[in-house]
Every structure is written in structure tokens, then in C-alpha cells.
């Protein structure tokens, strides 16, 4: 039988709109059941406490419970990993960070790319370091640091959370940019880093603000100045390393990721929601208190972040020779 042509027509446009109404619908019923946020590191630290933050906000604002399911091991690799693995149907979620981008270049076989096989969602917040020295330095300012290094090359010890970690990356690209000889001694996390700087066993670290604040308002730890690109709020009158060494800087951050070809719709649905969520007060306060700021944008915002990130620490990586702790 054959169909008039005005019949045809509209028969055929409807097809063609099949799969657009599809995905709106798919888009509309998301979430129908629980979702999970990994985080690739153990409870308690900024990754862990960021997740539930933006998890109760989802769970109010979707009406389903997205779930904080901590996956540590391997400099982020483990959890980031079954991730990759999972679904890409938008119910397994990443809480990404630095340690996902310095992986790629950190190990040499891994059984996924983080560019390749992620969907960037939303960035939540950036956050700086300090660099921070024991008292016994006699140096208060960033330039007389470098004046005191260079007079005692190899004499002066920096520490860290570990190799490969932003925190001993911060301090590596310090180095490279100023060419000062300074010896890493890699910590098993900051904690044990910072007992040693407290105690005069190293001189020089690179750490969370959060982490070392209390020290330094106490006179434990002297802060020479701050990493990112601007000043810290909760540390308005110390510099920035930039303001010394022009070109420096390095920044913390994190964002919500998923794997692969998850739907655009829910992609874009949760990054909506996120982005909400980065004007409400107490989250932007929260975020402040873990000495942050809102880095609120699109998925191509922050896939943009994330390859230009993946370059710059692959040539510090190069630079320091890090490789991963057994």
C-alpha cells in the first residue's frame, strides 16, 4: 500500500525525532535507583569529604541516593580504574582530583587512560598549597628562602605526602623553575610529613592549607606564601610563589567524572545540578573552610583543565624522575 506523501512525511519526521524524545526521556528519569560517587582514596581527606558534600546535595535536589564508596590504592588508580570499568550509564560517578592526571604519566602501564576513557562532568573547586618552612630557616620571605638554598645546595631537605603526590609535584616544579638544589624525602601521607617539619627534621614542605594552618597561626610552621594564582582568603596577607617566581603556579582541584560515552543528557543534568549547588552558602562556605574556592564551569571547561593539567605535570614528572612508590 502505498502512503500519500504528506503521510510519508510525517511518519518519517516522527522517526527522526524518536531518538531525540528517547534521550529526553532517559534524561528526565534519571536517577531511577542509587547512584555511586568512587573516590579513590581512604575516608576523611578533601576527596572523601568533597564527595559527601556534592552527594547530599544530589540525593536532595534528584530524589536518589548517591552513595560515597571509597576505593584507595595505587595513587588513585584502583578506584578510578572500576570506574572506567562500570557502565557509562551515569550511575557510577569519580571524584576526580590531581592524582588522576599525574597518574598517566607517573606509571608506565596502566589498564586505562584517564583522558580517554573519562567524561568530564563538572569541577567543584581549586585549592593551593603553601610553602611552608620550620622556624630554625632563617628566612621570612620567598626570596630570601631562595638566597639561603642557593648558599647551601643539597643541604636542605623538602618533604612530602609521597612520590608522585601534588604536594611533592608543587615543591618538584618549584625546583625546576628556580633551579635550586633541594633534597625530597617522600612521607607515607602528610601527616607523618608534618610531625617531621614540627620537629626540625626537615626544613621545607609543600602542603594543604587546611593541613598546616593551625601550625602556622601557632608559630610551628612559617609560611613563605601560597601556590595558586591568587592569594588565599584564609591566608590574606602571605604571597603568592608567582609574585617571586613569575609563571609558578600550582593548584589543587576536584570534579565529578564518569566513564565513557555515558549519555550527553546526563552529563549535562548533573552538571546543572553542581553548578547550583557551587552558589548555595554553606557549600561555597564548606568549600572555604577546606581553604578552596568554587571552580564552577561546563564539561568542556573542565576537560580543557584536565588535559592542560596532564601536560603540565608529565614535564615536571620528566623533570624530577618520580616513579611510584613499591
Not at 573516590?39 to 535536589?61: H, K
Not at 552513595?67 to 557509562?88: C, F, K, L, Q, Y
Not at 560517578?93 to 599525574?102: D, E, S
Not at 597561626?217 to 591566608?235: E, F, K, N, P, Q
Amino acid at each position: 500500500m502505498k502512503l500519500p506523501r504528506r503521510n510519508f512525511l510525517h511518519l518519517a519526521a516522527s522517526a527522526a525525532a524518536l531518538p531525540a524524545l528517547s534521550r529526553l526521556a532517559r534524561a528526565q528519569a534519571y536517577p531511577s535507583r542509587p547512584v555511586r560517587i568512587i573516590v579513590p582514596f581512604a575516608p576523611a581527606g578533601s576527596t572523601d569529604i568533597v564527595a559527601r558534600l556534592m552527594g547530599q546535595w544530589l540525593s536532595e535536589r534528584l530524589s536518589q541516593q548517591f552513595v560515597v564508596e571509597n576505593r584507595p590504592g595505587a595513587g588513585s588508580n584502583i578506584g578510578t580504574e572500576a570506574v572506567v570499568a562500570a557502565p557509562a550509564d551515569g550511575y557510577t560517578l569519580l571524584l576526580a582530583g590531581p592524582a588522576n592526571v599525574i597518574s598517566m604519566t607517573l606509571y608506565d602501564k596502566l589498564n586505562f587512560s584517564f583522558t580517554r576513557d573519562i567524561a568530564p562532568i563538572a569541577s567543584i573547586m581549586r585549592f593551593p598549597f603553601v610553602l611552608e618552612v620550620h622556624p630554625s630557616v632563617p628566612a621570612k620571605t620567598v626570596p630570601e628562602f631562595m638566597a639561603y638554598a642557593k648558599a647551601n645546595p643539597g643541604k636542605l631537605n623538602m618533604a612530602s605526602a609521597g612520590t608522585g603526590t601534588a604536594t611533592h609535584l608543587t615543591g618538584e616544579l618549584f625546583k625546576m623553575m628556580t633551579g635550586l638544589n633541594i633534597l625530597h624525602v617522600p612521607y607515607r601521607g602528610a601527616g607523618p610529613a608534618l610531625i617531621d617539619m614540627i620537629g626540625g627534621q626537615v626544613q621545607l614542605t609543600f602542603d594543604t592549607v587546611p593541613g598546616s594552618i593551625e601550625h602556622i597561626r601557632a608559630g610551628r610552621l612559617r609560611a613563605l606564601a601560597v601556590t595558586g594564582a591568587a592569594r588565599s582568603d584564609v591566608l590574606p596577607d602571605i604571597p603568592t610563589v608567582g609574585d617571586f617566581v613569575p609563571g609558578y603556579e600550582s593548584s589543587g582541584w576536584h570534579g565529578v567524572a564518569a566513564p565513557k560515552n555515558t549519555p550527553t543528557e546526563i552529563i549535562d543534568k548533573l552538571n546543572k545540578e553542581i553548578n547550583v549547588a557551587l552558589t548555595e552558602p554553606r557549600i561555597k562556605e564548606r568549600i572555604a573552610d577546606l581553604g578552596g574556592t568554587v571552580f564552577a564551569g561546563s564539561p568542556s571547561d573542565f576537560s580543557k583543565l584536565i588535559v592542560e593539567e596532564t601536560k603540565k605535570w608529565a614535564k615536571v614528572i620528566k623533570f624530577s624522575g618520580a616513579k611510584p612508590e613499591g
